[in-house]
């Protein structure tokens, strides 16, 4: 009964291809008509189709490895550390193009890791086990979003308001502090979807993990503690993933710059 109520939701087939493939299209065409890439091509339009068909390839794979990875820890550990440096990766490109973009494992890392040993610690993720699969991805996955957000927003402050800093250099104040001055504020934008996610929670949407639960056949109450604790770890965690990253630019660890200034 319970596998009925998920292929009554999302029957994997033939209508479900063809509507990926259609809603795939339609992102790509928006994009394309409105120009919606930063230097006015059509690049972010084939970045919508790469993306899709990377999703759809890592997916399928992911089906294939994580149901053994779970049944033996060094495989599992394995596949965590391929998400965590997947994720690095991933954030490094988007926030720099030049070779600081390793220190994003920093934000992505540190974060998630006491939060995992704390729940493995206390038994509530068995490992090996299939619930830590998700829940390392959720967190991952928000420390990912955190990162880039928070570096993007503290660079590009700090490259059009440069010469505040170097102002407040000359009234004396350490390196440190005048970037702080610049980037913090800007910066600290990258935790507003993660407060109003938490904050619209059950009031404008249902967000994946309370969904999956009730499908699974749990009870509303049970489903809803277990949202209700994704959500606020990943509080937790994007809270300090942007706190080590506008640390990590302020230090001129992370920079777009060819070397330190």
């Known amino acids: 009964m319970r596998h009925l109520a998920a292929e009554t939701l999302l029957p994997v087939g033939t209508a479900l291809a063809v509507a990926l493939v259609v809603l795939v299209v339609a992102a790509t065409a928006v994009v394309a008509v409105f120009r919606l890439s930063p230097d006015d091509s059509y690049g972010r339009a084939r970045e919508v189709v790469v993306t899709g068909v990377r999703a759809a390839v890592q997916l399928a794979a992911v089906s294939l490895v994580v149901g053994w990875a779970v049944r033996h820890t060094a495989a599992l550990l394995g596949f965590l550390l391929l998400m965590s440096a997947v994720a ?10 030049n070779g600081t973009w390793w220190w994003t494992a920093l934000p992505i890392v540190v974060p998630v890791l006491p ?13 090996p086990g299939i619930a830590i699969v998700p829940v390392s991805g959720i967190l991952i996955g928000g420390a990912l979003t955190a990162t ?9 402050e700090l490259a059009l308001r440069y010469g505040e800093v170097e102002a407040a250099l000359a009234l004396g104040l350490p390196e440190r ?3 702080l001055l610049v980037i913090r504020p800007a910066a600290s934008d990258a935790l507003l979807p993660a407060l109003d996610q938490t904050r619209t929670v059950g009031l404008v949407t249902l967000p994946g993990a309370f969904v999956g639960m009730l499908l699974a056949g749990a009870s509303p109450v049970l489903a809803g503690a277990v949202q209700l604790f994704v959500l606020i770890a990943l509080l937790a965690v994007e809270a300090l993933s942007v706190a080590l990253t506008i640390e990590l630019v302020a230090r001129r660890k992370l920079h777009r ?5």
């Open 88 to 97: 690095t990766r991933t954030a490094g490109r988007r926030v720099t193009p």
């Open 148 to 156: 880039v957000l928070a570096g993007r927003r503290a660079l590009d």
């Open 257 to 261: 710059g060819t070397q330190h200034r």
């Open 177 to 179: 502090d005048a970037h």
């Open 115 to 127: 939060v995992l040993a704390g729940l493995v610690l206390a038994g509530l993720l068995p490992l």
